[in-house]
């Protein structure tokens, strides 16, 4: 492994203008961390990367990398780029081992991150750099959110995750508490009325949208983000329908061949897939197939009536009428994105949402709520998790200004004189 890491490294010009920088969303000092490890400081490496990005090890399995570094990249002009995710996963991988680091000195100022996806993993760990009092909050029973319920065990290992959560959690003193839903029996009023200074929300989205047709409702037919969440849980059967053909469709048809299913076909609205050539390649080399120019008009027991479209030069689609054709299958599912969920919109006075009901933040963070931020998934929307990353660091920041512009001196403690218990010993 080390010797192929070494080729690819070697493989690199180390251009004084890196291409490959401009195109990684989070600006990867690429070309620094590749002499680095050609010096033969891989520690010193690993620590620019995870300075730069707190995800390092996840980014480096689950980036799309052929539009990003590697698509940048001028080797790739006439021939193979250099593979970075290869060079970033070895590297991270490895330093990852070697952080025992403790936790920052305490500034005694609490913040609360709600939700542990990219966005909240990056604030927290940020934050908790700063000295600060972190807890997160997670809907579910572990944490990682979209990477860990919502990308596969082949693409992205459970193990990845948990590591984090050992190195950059608890070791940097971060309180996790799961399966807490804020906006139900706690809500963001009382976070800030326990003493925390600012509020993160990341909540991601969560809530499947659906294709409004008749036979939506049948037992057979599934929502890609909880079957991925999931997928022991379901019983597809060797015939799967899969209608939208984006990442996470490709993410879908792959899992359920990992499970047993022996034709699965993914159906495109357009000629072409919104997938990266990428994970649509992967899919295809394990046998999935695809279908073009196809609205489903409705889904019955046995299977999905389709209706041909007809695509022009400026991809306009026009139903052709007569062509409906029902395609026979066990299982459907659909995948064409999410929406946002309103348990914290709903229940929090004063912050203000768009119209498909994403949170209004400005380019920092800021809500229409004091103290109260947002990134990620529940402001812009499903985007990369890289992109993510890259915004809630300057998010990061931003709280960071806002707490130390607060009044310096402690909130009054009701109970400052209360005698304290002396505890049983052991």
């Not at 590697?70 to 952080?99: L, Q, W």
């Not at 100022?109 to 966005?119: D, L, N, T």
């Not at 080399?285 to 479209?309: C, S, T, W």
Request: with cysteine.
């Amino acid at each position: 492994m080390a010797l192929h890491v070494m080729d690819e490294a070697n493989h690199c010009l180390g251009c004084k203008k890196p291409k490959c920088q401009e195109g990684c969303p989070i600006h990867t000092n690429i070309p620094q961390v590749i002499r680095l490890l050609k010096e033969g400081k891989l520690d010193d490496a690993g620590w620019m990367l995870f300075e730069n990005n707190p995800l390092t090890t996840v980014c480096s399995l689950i980036c799309n990398h052929e539009n990003q570094c590697e698509g940048h990249c001028v080797r790739g002009i006439k021939g193979d780029p250099v593979h970075f995710s290869i060079i970033e996963n070895y590297i991270s991988t490895t330093y990852a081992n070697k952080m025992t680091k403790g936790p920052a000195p305490s500034n005694g100022i609490r913040a609360a991150i709600i939700g542990s996806g990219p966005a909240g993993l990056t604030i927290a760990i940020i934050l908790a750099r700063y000295g600060y009092d972190v807890t997160i909050f997670e809907n579910k029973d572990k944490i990682g959110g979209v990477l860990r319920y919502g990308i596969p065990e082949f693409r992205l290992p459970k193990s990845v995750l948990d590591d984090i959560e050992y190195r950059h959690l608890r070791m940097k003193g971060i309180k996790v508490r799961p399966n807490t839903n804020i906006g139900t029996a706690i809500t963001i009023d009382d976070l800030f009325r326990d003493g925390y200074k600012a509020i993160f929300v990341g909540t991601g989205v969560w809530r499947p949208n659906a294709l409004h047709i008749p036979g939506e409702t049948l037992g057979h037919v599934h929502f890609a983000i909880n079957y991925l969440a999931n997928p022991d849980s379901y019983h597809l059967g060797e015939r799967v329908i899969i209608i939208g053909a984006g990442n996470a469709a490709m993410d879908v048809a792959r899992t359920a061949i990992r499970h047993g299913s022996r034709q699965v076909t993914c159906f495109s609205l357009t000629q072409a897939i919104t997938a990266s050539h990428h994970e649509a390649s992967y899919a295809r080399l394990e046998g999935v197939e695809f279908v073009y120019n196809k609205a489903p008009v409705e889904i019955r027991d046995r299977g999905v009536i389709f209706q041909a479209l007809n695509e022009d030069e400026d991809h306009n689609l026009t139903p052709i009428e007569g062509s409906e054709m029902l395609y026979p299958c066990d299982s459907v599912i659909v995948s064409i994105s999410q929406g946002a969920c309103t348990t914290i919109t709903g229940s929090t006075q004063g912050l203000a949402t768009n119209s498909r009901g994403l949170i209004l933040a400005d380019e920092t963070g800021h809500t229409s709520r004091p103290g109260l931020f947002a990134s990620g998934d529940a402001v812009a929307g499903a985007r990369t998790v890289v992109e993510a990353v890259a915004h809630s660091k300057e998010v990061a920041e931003a709280m960071h200004r806002y707490m130390q512009s607060l009044p310096k001196e402690s909130w009054p403690d009701p109970y400052a004189d209360i005698p304290v218990a002396q505890p049983r010993e052991l």
